[in-house]
């Protein structure tokens, strides 16, 4: 409305292995999203080094920072808080975010918040958006995480299940690696499969113990990699093997995602994290979101891995109902993704 004054919240993630720092105004519109990648340091062994990624943290922080209030034209005299990723995560690299962080907000005497890297992926989806139907049914995939989650108002959570062993983009990585494919494997195997024959290798719908939601994607890991070693690295392998291995991890997806659909009856349906930017997962939800009359929101391919944009939003709708931390909040390397009313003050 005229006359109200708006709100910029900096958001800081140090998760893992990427430096990020984002500008949002009111918690949806995106002002700045700056992420200096690690990647080419992790390459060369496979997979994410911490403490190379702690350190790289330390020397990039300042100068993305510095991007971002370039790229949304504020000063820091104009940021009204400051949101940071406390867990879960890295150690070393969350503790580099969150020092920084509270230190920044101490220094410039306003609110510091914490949030939860899951939560932030959920928040990824309105960005440039705005705020969908609740309850919202999100499945939050990533190298570390796959979570199905209804969200029955802003902080209002409800696990309803988790990977039992390996995530998503764990395994896509891995049985990227071992067919030769550069490192992160997930994304060159989404471009490989496209060219492939989806049925060339059958893959079953592996069983979980635990709760319906549940998943577990380690055994489909295990059969890739032994059809790998018996069949060869021949270019007609790689684009089969990597099209009916993403046909099977989206299936079990897709799988749990509809059988939640048909339970709950969420107003508007959400994938993000890492994941989300593959091609056949998209299309696949986008397929379910049509066949049960939902809304589908997927974050912008910018959006779906880690950033601070995402961190700042959630920022700013914790901020509006008072869940601001104290600034001797710790980084929490296991932080459990709990409903605000939840938390502990």
């Given at each position: 409305m005229e006359g109200e004054t708006s709100l910029f919240i900096l958001g800081i993630d140090t998760s893992c292995d990427d430096t990020s720092v984002g500008i949002v105004r009111d918690g949806v519109?995106?002002?700045?999203?700056?992420?200096?990648?690690?990647?080419?340091?992790?390459?060369?062994?496979g997979g994410v080094v911490p403490e190379i990624a702690s350190r790289n943290h330390l020397a990039m922080m300042?100068?993305?920072?510095?991007?971002?209030?370039?790229?949304?034209?504020l000063t820091l005299g104009e940021i009204a808080a400051v949101a940071v990723t406390q867990g879960p995560g890295l150690m070393g690299s969350l503790l580099v975010g969150v020092t920084f962080g509270k230190s920044l907000a101490a220094g410039l005497g306003i609110p510091i918040i914490a949030v939860n890297h899951l939560e932030a992926h959920v928040y990824s989806s309105f960005l440039d958006r705005g705020v969908p139907e609740f309850p919202l049914l999100c499945l939050v995939v990533s190298g570390g995480h796959s979570d199905l989650i209804l969200m029955e108002g802003h902080g209002k959570y409800l696990v309803l299940g988790i990977t039992r062993d390996d995530a998503p983009g764990e395994v896509f990585?891995?049985?990227?690696?071992?067919l030769g494919l550069d490192y992160p494997g997930g994304p060159h195997m989404d471009v490989v499969a496209e060219e492939g024959n989806a049925r060339a290798f059958q893959f079953p719908i592996p069983k979980v113990s635990g709760g319906p939601f549940d998943m577990s994607f380690s055994g489909l890991?295990?059969?890739?990699?032994?059809?790998?070693?018996s069949s060869g690295k021949t270019e007609e392998t790689v684009r089969n093997l990597s099209a009916s291995f993403r046909e099977a991890v989206v299936e079990v997806l897709e799988m749990k995602l509809e059988e939640a659909l048909r339970e709950f009856h969420p107003r508007t349906v959400a994938v993000t994290g890492g994941v989300s930017r593959n091609r056949l997962l998209r299309e696949r939800v986008k397929q379910l979101g049509g066949k049960y009359g939902v809304p589908v929101l997927l974050p912008q391919p910018q959006y779906c891995t880690d950033n601070g944009a995402m961190v700042a939003s959630c920022g700013y709708f914790r901020l509006q109902r008072g869940q601001v931390a104290?600034?001797?909040i710790n980084a929490i390397a296991d932080l459990e993704l709990k409903s605000w009313e939840d938390d502990e003050p």
């Amino acid at each position: 409305m005229e006359g109200e004054t708006s709100l910029f919240i900096l958001g800081i993630d140090t998760s893992c292995d990427d430096t990020s720092v984002g500008i949002v105004r009111d918690g949806v519109g995106v002002l700045s999203s700056v992420v200096s990648s690690q990647e080419d340091l992790h390459s060369r062994y496979g997979g994410v080094v911490p403490e190379i990624a702690s350190r790289n943290h330390l020397a990039m922080m300042i100068p993305v920072l510095t991007e971002a209030l370039r790229k949304a034209g504020l000063t820091l005299g104009e940021i009204a808080a400051v949101a940071v990723t406390q867990g879960p995560g890295l150690m070393g690299s969350l503790l580099v975010g969150v020092t920084f962080g509270k230190s920044l907000a101490a220094g410039l005497g306003i609110p510091i918040i914490a949030v939860n890297h899951l939560e932030a992926h959920v928040y990824s989806s309105f960005l440039d958006r705005g705020v969908p139907e609740f309850p919202l049914l999100c499945l939050v995939v990533s190298g570390g995480h796959s979570d199905l989650i209804l969200m029955e108002g802003h902080g209002k959570y409800l696990v309803l299940g988790i990977t039992r062993d390996d995530a998503p983009g764990e395994v896509f990585d891995k049985v990227g690696r071992e067919l030769g494919l550069d490192y992160p494997g997930g994304p060159h195997m989404d471009v490989v499969a496209e060219e492939g024959n989806a049925r060339a290798f059958q893959f079953p719908i592996p069983k979980v113990s635990g709760g319906p939601f549940d998943m577990s994607f380690s055994g489909l890991k295990t059969r890739a990699l032994l059809a790998i070693r018996s069949s060869g690295k021949t270019e007609e392998t790689v684009r089969n093997l990597s099209a009916s291995f993403r046909e099977a991890v989206v299936e079990v997806l897709e799988m749990k995602l509809e059988e939640a659909l048909r339970e709950f009856h969420p107003r508007t349906v959400a994938v993000t994290g890492g994941v989300s930017r593959n091609r056949l997962l998209r299309e696949r939800v986008k397929q379910l979101g049509g066949k049960y009359g939902v809304p589908v929101l997927l974050p912008q391919p910018q959006y779906c891995t880690d950033n601070g944009a995402m961190v700042a939003s959630c920022g700013y709708f914790r901020l509006q109902r008072g869940q601001v931390a104290s600034y001797d909040i710790n980084a929490i390397a296991d932080l459990e993704l709990k409903s605000w009313e939840d938390d502990e003050p």
